[in-house]
């Protein structure tokens, strides 16, 4: 099992709160974005990349990305342009697909009473429609998107739950959202199923690697709540 706990038994035994992050995890639309990306760097007179070599790039926002690349400019009309062209993308028919996992695992955690709590820099209209379509949107508790912040999201989930930060843990594919985890003072779980490959999770020394949700699963199971 490739499981790497750091964290004490005697805390993880505490587990009440699961949150999980939504791109990566349980929605793939690495696809999708790398195409939007791919046309804005276009749009501004780049040269596309190809896939193997995007995905280690990329960053906690499109911006980062863009200017990474070489594209300055308004953030936020930067950021406008490439909803736009994300959006039609979409409309094309490149479409996110959910992991073939997700809805048994979210099934099994809301069937013993852990429904998951989301949060994404995704809007949470979209993180909805995504789940309805999905089939999950039952087994999963509250949505919290547009967040920008995701030490101060996870914060905000432990408060509105009446959960201590040491009782909760998060799933998410980046090591920024391994980083968050550690700010927020919650059990952090890298998933190596999106944007970052596992040596880059291992890197960030999380509480678990974990290579599916299915993984997940098998090793949670053992540390929540009696």
Same mark, same amino acid.
């Given at each position: 099992?490739?499981?790497?706990?750091?964290?004490?038994?005697?805390?993880?035994?505490?587990?009440?709160?699961?949150?999980?992050?939504?791109?990566?995890?349980?929605?793939?639309?690495?696809?999708?974005?790398?195409?939007?990306?791919?046309?804005?760097?276009?749009?501004?007179? #780049?040269?596309?990349?190809?896939?193997?070599?995007?995905?280690?790039?990329?960053?906690?926002?499109?911006?980062?990305?863009?200017?990474?690349?070489?594209?300055?400019?308004?953030?936020?009309?930067?950021?406008?342009?490439?909803?736009?062209?994300?959006?039609?993308?979409?409309?094309?028919?490149?479409?996110?697909?959910?992991?073939?996992?997700?809805?048994?695992?979210?099934?099994?955690? =809301?069937?013993?009473?852990?429904?998951?709590?989301?949060?994404?820099?995704?809007?949470?209209?979209?993180?909805?429609?995504?789940? =309805?379509?999905?089939?999950?949107?039952?087994?999963?508790?509250?949505?919290?998107?547009?967040?920008?912040?995701?030490? =101060?999201?996870?914060?905000?989930?432990?408060?509105?739950?009446?959960?201590?930060?040491?009782?909760?843990?998060?799933?998410?594919?980046?090591?920024?959202?391994?980083?968050?985890?550690? #700010?927020?003072?919650?059990?952090?779980?890298?998933?190596?199923?999106?944007?970052?490959?596992?040596?880059?999770?291992?890197?960030?020394?999380?509480?678990?690697?974990?290579?599916?949700?299915?993984?997940?699963?098998?090793?949670?199971?053992?540390?929540?709540?009696?």
């Amino acid at each position: 099992m490739s499981q790497k706990c750091k964290a004490s038994n005697e805390n993880s035994n505490r587990i009440q709160l699961i949150t999980s992050d939504w791109s990566g995890v349980i929605s793939d639309d690495r696809k999708p974005v790398y195409e939007s990306n791919m046309r804005m760097l276009e749009a501004h007179g #780049k040269n596309r990349i190809s896939f193997a070599d995007w995905l280690p790039r990329t960053t906690l926002t499109p911006i980062e990305s863009f200017a990474n690349q070489g594209i300055i400019g308004d953030p936020k009309a930067l950021f406008d342009e490439y909803r736009n062209v994300y959006a039609q993308v979409k409309r094309e028919g490149m479409l996110p697909t959910v992991y073939p996992d997700s809805k048994e695992v979210l099934k099994f955690l =809301s069937g013993i009473g852990y429904p998951v709590t989301i949060i994404s820099s995704h809007p949470s209209e979209h993180l909805i429609e995504e789940a =309805s379509e999905y089939g999950v949107k039952d087994h999963i508790l509250s949505f919290l998107g547009n967040v920008t912040d995701k030490t =101060s999201g996870l914060l905000k989930i432990c408060l509105s739950m009446s959960e201590t930060p040491s009782n909760a843990i998060y799933l998410g594919d980046t090591i920024y959202d391994i980083r968050a985890a550690k #700010k927020a003072g919650v059990h952090s779980v890298g998933v190596a199923t999106g944007y970052h490959v596992r040596e880059r999770l291992v890197n960030e020394n999380p509480d678990f690697v974990v290579d599916s949700l299915t993984e997940f699963q098998s090793t949670i199971t053992k540390f929540l709540r009696k």
